[in-house]
C-alpha cells in the first residue's frame, strides 16, 4: 500500500515532520516493499493555501494514507474530499512510523487537529 | 487633498489625532473615511446622524458541476489555491479567493460562474460638516484590503479627506494610505513606539509619501521618538501632553477639540502646514514632467 510520510530529510531515517502544509518533504512510501520516493513540497513556499496545495501533492501521489504531526483545516477539507485516510500525532523516523502503521497501532483522525497557519510559527 | 493619520504601534492615538483634525477643518464638505475595517471607532466620536448600513460582499467561483469536465486548468490558473480539482469533484475554499476572476474568465466548458460573498458591511453617516464613511469586516474573514478598497471608492477628491488607517504596517495599512497626498503618523514615545515608528517611516519613504509626526502622551516614556526624528529631519507635527483628563474624555466617546477647544487652532495651522507641502509637491511634479 502506499502511504505518504511528511519528513523532515530525504531517507527513511529522518524524522518525521510534524507539519504537513509546510513539511520539507513528502516520503511516497511503499509498505509492502519500503521502496520510497521523495517529494518535494512546493506549497512550504506558498503564501497562503499551503495546506490545501499540499493535499492536492498527496492526492496526485496516488497514496491512500498520510502519517504526520498535525494537520489544519484547510488540508483536512480537501484530504477529506479525495479519500486519504489521514493520521496525526506521528513522531519517531519514517521507519518507524511505517513499523507503527503496519502492526496497527495508529488510527485514523477525526478531524483538523491544529488551526490555520501553525505551521508557520 | 487626503490626508492619512496612520502610526505603525496600535494605541498611539490615531483616532483621537484623526477625529479631531476633521472636526478642525472649517470647509463644507468634510469626509472623514475609517480603514481600519477590523476595528472601526471613529463614529463613537464623531457621532454620525442618518446611518446607512451597505451589504459588503467581493465575486467568488461557483462551479456548474454539470458542466464541469474536471481537466483542472482554474486550478493551475488559481494564484491563490483556492480551487482544488479532484477526480470527480471541485473544491471552491472562499476565503482564500482573491476574487481575480481568472478561473471564470478561462474555464474552456464556461462552467465556472461568480457569485457574491458578503465579507463584511459599510455604514455612512453625517455630523454637521463631516460625512463619515466606515467599514465593518465580519468576524473570521482572513482578508480586511478588498473592504477597505471598497470603502475608500466613496471618496470625492473634490474634498478635504481623512483618512483613518488601521493600525500595523501591512498589507490594509497600505491600502489605506497609499493614495494619500499626506500622512501623518502619530506615536508615543516610548521604545515600543519608536519602533512600529521606524516601520512607518520606512513605508513612508517606500511609497514616497510626503510625511509628519505627531506625538501622543508626549510627556511620558522617553525622548527616543524626538531624537530619532531629529536625527532624520523628520517633522513633529504636534506634542499632545500625556494628561488623565484627555485619556477620561476619551473614554466617554469626547474627541480632544471638544475637551480642549484651543486644539482646533494647532489642527488648523497644520492643515495649512500640509496644504502648503502638497501644493508645492504638485508644483515641483509637474515641472519635472515638463522636463522629461
Same mark, same amino acid.
Given at each position: 500500500?502506499?502511504?505518504?510520510?511528511?519528513?523532515?530529510?530525504?531517507?527513511?531515517? =529522518?524524522?518525521?515532520?510534524?507539519?504537513?502544509?509546510?513539511?520539507?518533504?513528502?516520503?511516497?512510501?511503499?509498505?509492502?516493499?519500503?521502496?520510497?520516493?521523495?517529494?518535494?513540497?512546493?506549497?512550504?513556499?506558498?503564501?497562503?493555501?499551503?495546506?490545501?496545495?499540499?493535499?492536492?501533492?498527496?492526492?496526485?501521489?496516488?497514496?491512500?494514507?498520510?502519517?504526520?504531526?498535525?494537520?489544519? /483545516?484547510?488540508?483536512?477539507?480537501?484530504?477529506?474530499?479525495?479519500?486519504?485516510?489521514?493520521?496525526?500525532?506521528?513522531?519517531?523516523?519514517?521507519?518507524?512510523?511505517?513499523?507503527?502503521?503496519?502492526?496497527?497501532?495508529?488510527?485514523?483522525?477525526?478531524? /483538523?487537529?491544529?488551526? =490555520?497557519?501553525?505551521?508557520?510559527? | 487633498?487626503?490626508?492619512?493619520?496612520?502610526?505603525?504601534? %496600535?494605541?498611539?492615538?490615531?483616532?483621537?489625532?484623526?477625529?479631531?483634525?476633521?472636526?478642525?477643518?472649517?470647509?463644507?464638505?468634510?469626509?472623514?473615511?475609517?480603514?481600519?475595517?477590523?476595528?472601526?471607532?471613529?463614529?463613537?466620536?464623531?457621532?454620525?446622524?442618518?446611518?446607512?448600513?451597505?451589504?459588503?460582499?467581493?465575486?467568488?467561483?461557483?462551479?456548474?458541476?454539470?458542466?464541469?469536465?474536471?481537466?483542472?486548468?482554474?486550478?493551475?490558473?488559481?494564484?491563490?489555491?483556492?480551487?482544488?480539482?479532484?477526480?470527480?469533484?471541485?473544491?471552491?475554499?472562499?476565503?482564500?479567493?482573491?476574487?481575480?476572476?481568472?478561473?471564470?474568465?478561462?474555464?474552456?466548458?464556461?462552467?465556472?460562474?461568480?457569485?457574491?460573498?458578503?465579507? %463584511?458591511?459599510?455604514?455612512? %453617516?453625517?455630523?454637521?460638516?463631516?460625512?463619515?464613511?466606515?467599514?465593518?469586516?465580519?468576524?473570521?474573514?482572513?482578508? *480586511?484590503?478588498?473592504?477597505?478598497?471598497?470603502?475608500?471608492?466613496?471618496?470625492?477628491?473634490?474634498?478635504?479627506?481623512?483618512?483613518?488607517?488601521?493600525? %500595523?504596517?501591512?498589507?490594509?495599512?497600505?491600502?489605506?494610505?497609499?493614495?494619500?497626498?499626506?500622512?501623518?503618523?502619530?506615536?508615543?514615545?516610548?521604545?515600543?513606539?519608536?519602533?512600529?515608528?521606524?516601520?512607518?517611516?520606512?513605508?513612508?519613504?517606500?511609497?514616497?509619501? *510626503?510625511?509628519?509626526?505627531?506625538?501622543?502622551?508626549?510627556?511620558?516614556?522617553?525622548?527616543?521618538?524626538?531624537?530619532?526624528?531629529?536625527?532624520?529631519?523628520?517633522?513633529?507635527?504636534?506634542?499632545?501632553?500625556?494628561?488623565?483628563?484627555?485619556?477620561?474624555?476619551?473614554?466617554?466617546?469626547?474627541?480632544?477639540?471638544?475637551?480642549?477647544?484651543?486644539?482646533?487652532?494647532?489642527?488648523?495651522?497644520?492643515?495649512?502646514?500640509?496644504?502648503?507641502?502638497?501644493?508645492?509637491?504638485?508644483?515641483?511634479?509637474?515641472?519635472?514632467?515638463?522636463?522629461?
Amino acid at each position: 500500500m502506499k502511504v505518504i510520510v511528511t519528513s523532515e530529510g530525504k531517507d527513511l531515517d =529522518s524524522k518525521v515532520d510534524q507539519r504537513f502544509g509546510r513539511a520539507k518533504y513528502f516520503m511516497l512510501v511503499d509498505t509492502d516493499t519500503m521502496e520510497y520516493q521523495v517529494i518535494d513540497n512546493e506549497a512550504a513556499s506558498q503564501g497562503g493555501g499551503a495546506g490545501v496545495k499540499a493535499a492536492q501533492i498527496t492526492i496526485d501521489s496516488g497514496a491512500k494514507v498520510l502519517l504526520t504531526g498535525n494537520v489544519g /483545516p484547510n488540508a483536512y477539507e480537501v484530504l477529506k474530499s479525495g479519500g486519504i485516510d489521514i493520521i496525526v500525532g506521528v513522531n519517531g523516523t519514517i521507519r518507524e512510523a511505517i513499523q507503527k502503521f503496519k502492526s496497527g497501532e495508529l488510527k485514523s483522525e477525526g478531524g /483538523p487537529n491544529v488551526a =490555520s497557519h501553525h505551521g508557520l510559527q | 487633498m487626503i490626508i492619512s493619520v496612520a502610526s505603525g504601534k %496600535g494605541g498611539t492615538g490615531k483616532t483621537t489625532i484623526s477625529t479631531s483634525l476633521a472636526l478642525s477643518i472649517e470647509e463644507e464638505h468634510v469626509q472623514f473615511i475609517d480603514c481600519d475595517v477590523e476595528e472601526p471607532n471613529s463614529f463613537i466620536f464623531l457621532k454620525p446622524d442618518n446611518l446607512q448600513k451597505k451589504s459588503a460582499t467581493v465575486l467568488v467561483p461557483e462551479i456548474d458541476k454539470n458542466k464541469c469536465t474536471f481537466c483542472g486548468l482554474c486550478q493551475e490558473i488559481c494564484e491563490y489555491n483556492a480551487l482544488v480539482v479532484l477526480k470527480d469533484n471541485v473544491l471552491v475554499l472562499p476565503e482564500l479567493c482573491h476574487s481575480c476572476g481568472g478561473c471564470s474568465l478561462l474555464c474552456p466548458e464556461k462552467a465556472i460562474s461568480e457569485v457574491d460573498r458578503e465579507i %463584511g458591511t459599510i455604514e455612512m %453617516g453625517k455630523r454637521n460638516n463631516i460625512e463619515i464613511v466606515y467599514g465593518r469586516l465580519n468576524i473570521g474573514e482572513a482578508m *480586511p484590503v478588498p473592504l477597505v478598497k471598497m470603502v475608500k471608492k466613496y471618496i470625492q477628491k473634490t474634498n478635504t479627506v481623512v483618512i483613518d488607517a488601521p493600525p %500595523g504596517t501591512s498589507c490594509p495599512v497600505i491600502e489605506a494610505v497609499k493614495d494619500s497626498d499626506y500622512c501623518i503618523l502619530v506615536t508615543e514615545p516610548t521604545p515600543f513606539g519608536l519602533n512600529d515608528l521606524k516601520l512607518a517611516v520606512g513605508i513612508m519613504r517606500e511609497l514616497n509619501k *510626503p510625511f509628519g509626526v505627531i506625538i501622543n502622551r508626549h510627556g511620558m516614556g522617553d525622548s527616543g521618538v524626538e531624537e530619532y526624528c531629529r536625527e532624520e529631519n523628520i517633522e513633529i507635527l504636534l506634542k499632545v501632553p500625556f494628561e488623565k483628563e484627555i485619556a477620561v474624555a476619551y473614554s466617554n466617546g469626547i474627541p480632544l477639540v471638544e475637551l480642549y477647544p484651543d486644539y482646533k487652532k494647532k489642527f488648523k495651522n497644520i492643515l495649512n502646514m500640509i496644504t502648503n507641502i502638497v501644493e508645492e509637491r504638485a508644483k515641483t511634479k509637474i515641472i519635472q514632467e515638463r522636463q522629461l
